[in-house]
């Protein structure tokens, strides 16, 4: 069985496995205060072009939107997402279990607009009875989306520029983030100027697990670490997290290997439409879905695991197929020939 | 100004106020262990038709739909309502304040179906990844609805059997229950009969304040009282909820009284039609929601208090009239004769 | 049965009933926005001689509690205390609820110091894993105390000092503060100058319910009124509310009423002193304890309600009485005769 | 600087680090639902000779207390622990954030008693305002405790018994088990049979990081994985975990290694007790509190770093050495040799 199911089938890239093992017994202090930390702090404040940047590493993609959704909202806020959004469907409800409701607003392609940020917001105080209903206090989106779209450079700069005509900080979920700047035209300096805060994804792009949360507003920094603890992502061996991204921000290794999976993603692409076979959207990173007849979804399934996503119509149904940092060559192109004798 | 916004413009019924005049130098024990509360609580086990349900009253709506939610479900699961749900829009995210998503349904007239409780609950534990999901854990419904709607008997009968089969609490919101009883065809004895819990409005249906919680099933009784002193709801002067209560179910008073505002609405409904002049909902009870256009809206406002609902289209917007058990003929007068004059 | 096992067993003052009575089937807008809340809101304003002070009225004290706590802190903050705080103890939890820490400090007759905030404040930052515990966030006092005994204007003045040198709101729970305000010297004028916000108690001081929460730092201010619909405090009938507190600030019948409490628990409290039996706490307000022997409870038992507060040795028993606004002079004398006769 | 602060300086033990790396470009299912967890599950199962525990893995002890425990509790329950225990005081209230309260006992050298459980919760059942109060249920203990004591047999067995007779689960935090059972008389066959749930330390005695949670009671076995995930706990490469718990429950490799710590640990404490320096508690386990003058606390702080606890007395402090799997016989040599120059 060939894996295409998801993007964390494997362990980590080789240099930061070497990096682990080479300071494995190494003696530092606990909880991301050791000189790894450091080190990894300041190379992703110089990549993201933000000295005054605060950089946190959790373990893992919900504890972090969790603690960073709930050191920013007061009680009576929510938090604006696309109904598709992660902490909407896929986290078990860990937003609500801290206290706030997630205002899930009608997405497009997983996106969410400026204008629909503006009229929600608007449309909550111009309700007589705005006190009653729960007040809009940021805006969650993810880049790239759960269904592998991008926002261009000029609809993040919409949507920042509306949040902060409002008052919401935007947060942006960057579990995917490296698969996104390799195939998009955001940039980290982007995300680091037009976010208030937003995450880099270690585990989905080559490291055994972490994320790296940058806080460029510095009106978002105070405290966080108490958050990070109360939620559970303080690490006692913090180190481990700190090797991990100074190895991937050490000569642009996070962007090199997150290449790869653009790369072979888009030949998979090709082979289904080579094939005539519909696209469910246009994605342009690491997850492709494509829409196949229960025929196809039988024969690819032989030697191939997927994730079902929905049914399209009466015999079709869109299927995802995630590459990554670790897809190998001859992994793809067992699966090319595979899609080609359909 | 003769108000027709909401149904909680006046105080209390005269029978009431009486009570309360004739009681108010008694001493009784504190938080609804008094005589009052004990005489109340027997009289609706009565009226419900179920002896061996618990009784217990709370201050007001939000107050009791919280303290009810949190005592039901663990933190994994949220509650099914419809998509105008009152915990959904208009209790300030009060449910998700103790951690549980409202998961919303599309409703049809305030209401939802048995049919989409079965799909939504089924297609949670069909998807392979349903323990990143929250676990639907009750249901949560309006008698009436908010737009003034009522579950036929058969409707509700049917929601029971299929939260019953899927081990899932029915809760039934009965905020204007009054105003259900007195125009439609579920019986106090049906609520008791297949919900789990429910409650029977006062603040709405003849009392100053205060929410008479019956608890039918067994399983759901437990250590109750806790919850609501922990959610603020444990009156200090409890007897005044029993005093109250009492007075309500003496006589048949609280169906009596909601009699009227039906009685009320529907005359005004009448006027409105008889004007050629559509109504959003088909309601019953005492709320109204005539579509009228913006010269309407304004003849209107200038003897009488209404709320905006909802834009219909270019030049049409619904509106809600209440009536209450304090609905006075001659103010119904006044408004019909507006209507016609419109 | 005479009770003194609380303040609250008899409905409210005669005033107060007449007014409800007079406006019962007047029509007004819900929610407290309604005249009578406005002209209670002007009143208390000036009699706390804040006119910038914001004024809202809620239901009971565990839900003004929670409600003002949890709108003030931030999730990883606690907030100071006495171990015998009333948030501490006896409200299930409901700070807890919320999702914060009560940070206990000894106490002595009820009170803390303001030397316990600075040197419990200073620890925690001086601690090396201080982001390993809770912050403190801000400081709860009650006055009167559980124990009826009450801040000098001093301490008070000390405290404030303190808590706005380390940052800390300091927040008075005034359940009882009308008994304290007659037998104390902090004014209600001090009250509003010293602390950030604080409540006036209703419930115990002569209403049928209700606390009007007072708070003068404009930093606390902003969207209460959605913190108080979120907690469940949101009363429909809001004039209700209005109405009572109108009526208890128009020519001083709070402090009037009030006072008779404190002279009746003084009458009974030099009753016991004559009979050589020793007070448990030193309470000048409507709260007495003596400490009595079995037997002695057990005579006063037959005939007088009274509270079991703890053991104190062997043989004897610290037990609590209370007087109220509604305390008549007959039961007093009627205690005090039997008091005379143990 | 050789570090004896914690037991948490280096990464993992060789033959975890090996088995990480073998592994690492094979692919498996996300979510802790692969091969290697299975295996691991099957391990810790017959290890605790508990065939029908559900065994989970999550990332670290704070996170882990606050699933169990919030998956334990209803709303209106708190937990039971010693006043030292690591939720009380070194979790940034990360249980309070989840909505109860801890319930703190007077603790003996970090632990409690049978006999304390069992007076406050008669205790708490016979006030009658129980209600009012909050319920305990549920007990927490550490095994070891924060100061490095050890449960007997016989107090473990006592408290399990009084916690079933009260109907309140008993939960041990096992973040250092290991070297529990290397010094101790409670093995993880007793943890199995006497605790409903507890955990098994990994970040602390061998692996890089992961806690193996082993839920003994099939009544608490229910969904955890929902609150897993809700928690932030649900790893997505969930092998990692696995292959580290298989790796160390494979040929005693979890015991084995731990022994070093414990022997290390009595060196150590033999060097202090030699010079004549007494021990604040009676530690057998890896975990030794010596007190030492400011000027001995100076001497060694030059070459080794340790962790201050406590002032004892007006020249003396009470400070911790930890040792772990990872000790080196060098280090502590030099150690000792400090001491004895002292």
Not at 40 to 48: L, N, Q, S, V
Not at 49 to 74: K, M, W, Y
Not at 213 to 227: G, W
Not at 285 to 308: H, I, R, W
Request: aromatic letters at 8%; glycine letters at 8%.
């Amino acid at each position: 069985m060939i894996r295409f199911e998801c993007d964390y089938s494997e362990g980590a890239h080789e240099a930061i496995l070497q990096r682990l093992i080479a300071t494995n017994m190494e003696q530092t202090v606990g909880y991301s205060e050791d000189p790894y930390c450091e080190s990894a702090r300041e190379k992703i404040r110089a990549a993201c072009d933000c000295p005054e940047a605060a950089v946190h590493f959790l373990v893992g993609g919900t504890q972090t939107n969790a603690t960073v959704i709930s050191s920013v909202l007061r009680p009576h806020q929510g938090v604006l997402c696309a109904q598709s959004g992660h902490i909407n469907v896929h986290e078990t409800g860990a937003i609500e279990a801290l206290g706030h409701k997630v205002l899930a607003l009608p997405q497009k392609d997983g996106k969410i607009t400026a204008q629909q940020v503006r009229e929600y917001t608007l449309a909550h105080y111009a309700d007589s009875a705005f006190e009653h209903t729960v007040q809009p206090g940021m805006v969650y989106i993810s880049h790239p989306t759960e269904m592998g779209t991008l926002y261009t450079l000029e609809e993040m700069t919409e949507l920042s520029r509306v949040c902060r005509e409002l008052g919401l900080p935007l947060f942006a979920d960057g579990a995917r983030l490296g698969y996104g700047l390799a195939a998009g035209e955001v940039t980290l300096r982007d995300m680091a100027k037009l976010c208030d805060v937003f995450y880099i994804g270690g585990t989905k792009c080559g490291a055994l697990f972490g994320e790296a949360v940058v806080i460029s507003s510095p009106a978002l920094q105070k405290d966080f670490r108490y958050h990070i603890k109360q939620n559970g992502g303080m690490l006692a061996k913090g180190r481990l997290l700190g090797v991990q991204f100074d190895t991937l921000f050490t000569d642009g290794l996070y962007e090199k290997i997150t290449g790869n999976a653009s790369r072979q993603a888009l030949r998979i692409r090709a082979a289904f439409e080579k094939k005539g076979i519909e696209m469910f959207f246009d994605s342009t990173t690491n997850q492709q879905f494509p829409v196949l007849t229960g025929q196809q979804m039988d024969a690819l399934k032989e030697d191939f695991s997927f994730t079902y996503w929905q049914k399209v119509d009466e015999n079709r149904h869109a299927v995802r197929f995630c590459t990554s940092w670790a897809t190998k060559d001859e992994h793809v192109e067992k699966l090319v020939a595979a899609i080609e004798a359909l």
